[in-house]
């Protein structure tokens, strides 16, 4: 899993961190990772599982984290004034981080892929099925919305005392570790060795808070995508944990329900993260919706 950087890609003319996992014909499942994430959010035992049903995957990070480009000199995040109605501060929107997800497209030359997205990053492959149809072939879009207000929302009242990020790193880990446990599913086992390895290499490949903040006002700015989503035509599959408390499972029912044709996955259990336990269902599933619509292209049925 040899991490690489594309350069000068999309209109932002930003770098992207990257890495590229699988035989190189089999077909491209692009993942994006949610708000603060980054590619190494998306574990590797579950990336094994996707290779192993024949799929080649691109992980990358979004602007913003990680090691690809960050915007230090962008305006501080405003939430109070954006949710009033003054959106001055948002630095971009989802169609940015679309645009920026082509772009990686571009620079691997890939023409037509399959889009898995979490949380955020399942609104970046909602945005991105939206605004350039012809580069999607599938889209799964797990633990997210469609932006609709009053959908889809957090359970702040869970992480109410859980406190800003510190920028000591022990500090950080010790903070992060908290965070996604408060985040993951009550009905299967929390692995806090597996969460603090993750937590550490987080901060060490470049946790950036405010830029967290940034994506999360790209969210805010970019508003309801529900009507834009019923013109979707292509093959969906949208997943939800039951007792997910980051974004409640109303958001998948919604997203299931705006797309024509879209299977609806609700797992018992599961919260805002993807249990060990689930990895072969879901990769499973993800696996056969992907194989299903490249047979379908194939016939030109799609």
């Known amino acids: 899993m040899a991490e690489r950087k594309a350069r000068n890609v999309g209109p932002s003319g930003i770098e992207i961190a990257y890495e590229r996992i699988g035989a190189p014909d089999a077909p491209p499942v692009v993942l994006v990772m949610g708000a603060g994430a980054q590619l190494i959010s998306w574990p590797d035992g579950f990336c094994r599982e996707l290779v192993d049903r024949g799929l080649q995957l691109i992980r990358f990070d979004t602007r913003d984290s990680g090691r690809s480009t960050h915007l230090h000199d962008a305006p501080?995040?405003?939430?109070?004034?954006?949710?009033?109605?003054?959106?001055?501060?948002?630095?971009?929107?989802?169609s940015d981080l679309a645009a920026d997800t082509v772009g990686l497209l571009d620079a691997l030359g890939l023409t037509g892929v399959h889009l898995v997205g979490s949380s955020m990053g399942g609104m970046i492959a909602q945005m991105v099925a939206v605004e350039h149809p012809d580069r999607v072939r599938s889209l799964t879009s797990m633990m997210s919305?469609?932006?609709?207000?009053?959908?889809?929302?957090?359970?702040?009242?869970?992480?109410?005392?859980?406190?800003?990020?510190?920028?000591?790193?022990?500090?950080f880990v010790d903070w992060q570790v908290r965070a996604l446990r408060l985040a993951a599913s009550p009905g299967y086992a929390f692995d806090t060795a597996a969460a603090s390895e993750l937590a550490g290499r987080v901060f060490d490949r470049g946790y950036d808070a405010l830029g967290m903040q940034r994506q999360g006002l790209a969210v805010?700015?970019?508003?309801?995508?529900?009507?834009?989503?019923?013109?979707?035509?292509?093959?969906?599959?949208?997943?939800?944990?039951?007792?997910?408390?980051?974004?409640?499972?109303?958001?998948?029912?919604a997203t299931a329900a705006a797309v024509p044709g879209a299977e609806l996955l609700v797992l018992e259990g599961m919260g805002h993260h993807l249990p060990r336990e689930l990895w072969p269902e879901l990769a499973t599933r993800i696996a056969a919706l992907v194989h299903r619509a490249e047979r379908g292209l194939a016939a030109g049925s799609v």
Not at 76 to 94: H, I
Not at 153 to 161: G, K, L, Q, W
């Open 220 to 253: 805010v700015a970019t508003g309801d995508r529900t009507e834009r989503l019923r013109a979707l035509k292509v093959p969906t599959l949208v997943v939800h944990g039951a007792a997910d408390v980051v974004c409640d499972a109303g958001g998948g029912r």
């Open 145 to 171: 919305t469609t932006g609709e207000p009053g959908v889809g929302e957090a359970d702040f009242t869970v992480f109410a005392e859980l406190g800003g990020p510190p920028g000591d790193r022990d500090a």
């Open 76 to 94: 501080v995040p405003d939430f109070p004034a954006a949710l009033a109605g003054d959106l001055s501060s948002a630095s971009y929107t989802l």
